[in-house]
């Protein structure tokens, strides 16, 4: 049964399919996908101090603890940068006080979190390397931390395999 809505009496067609892209956003995709494993790092310098996938939680013994991304440790005022060229979707403030910004590369995204400050807007042109913002530095141990996710479609990524080693 079609779902309706006050304002728009007409029915809502559920989408099963993907997003569907302009021949532009086709060919950047197909650009994003051909760069698996060359992409830059989200930021200048940094390690990964916590991998893609799950992992035993660090304090509580038998809790398993599932990473979306990889998280990368980076200096105090670093900047998170585009991996690759798109169009910021989104800029979204955390309950923590922290920003995030997700960036569309055809039907790819990437998402850049715990971020203090964001100099970018929804809907913007992004180049790759273009700083985003900076990387929030926390106040009780002084890590500066960024998150980073990368998505196809609905699906999560290893973003540790799109990176260049």
């Not at 569907?20 to 698996?36: H, I, M, R, V, Y």
């Not at 799950?54 to 991304?69: I, Q, R, S």
């Not at 273009?130 to 990387?135: A, E, I, R, T, W």
Request: charged content about 20%; hydrophobic content about 35%; overall charge positive.
């Amino acid at each position: 049964e079609p779902k309706t809505t006050a304002k728009n009496p007409e029915p809502v067609k559920e989408s099963t399919s993907e997003i569907a892209l302009t021949p532009d956003e086709t060919a950047l995709s197909n650009s994003f996908s051909g760069n698996k494993g060359r992409l830059p790092w989200p930021t200048e310098k940094g390690v990964v101090c916590s991998s893609f996938g799950e992992h035993p939680h660090p304090v509580l013994a038998g809790v398993v603890v599932k990473n979306n991304g990889i998280d990368i440790l980076t200096q105090a005022g670093s900047r998170a940068r585009t991996v690759f060229n798109g169009s910021v979707s989104g800029v979204i403030a955390m309950p923590n006080g922290a920003k995030a910004v997700i960036v569309r590369h055809g039907d790819f995204l990437t998402v850049y979190s715990n971020l203090s400050t964001v100099f970018v807007r929804t809907g913007q042109k992004v180049s790759t390397k273009q700083d985003l913002g900076v990387v929030r530095t926390d106040d009780q141990d002084s890590r500066a931390e960024l998150h980073f996710e990368l998505w196809h479609n609905k699906s999560i990524q290893n973003p540790a395999l799109w990176i260049a080693r």
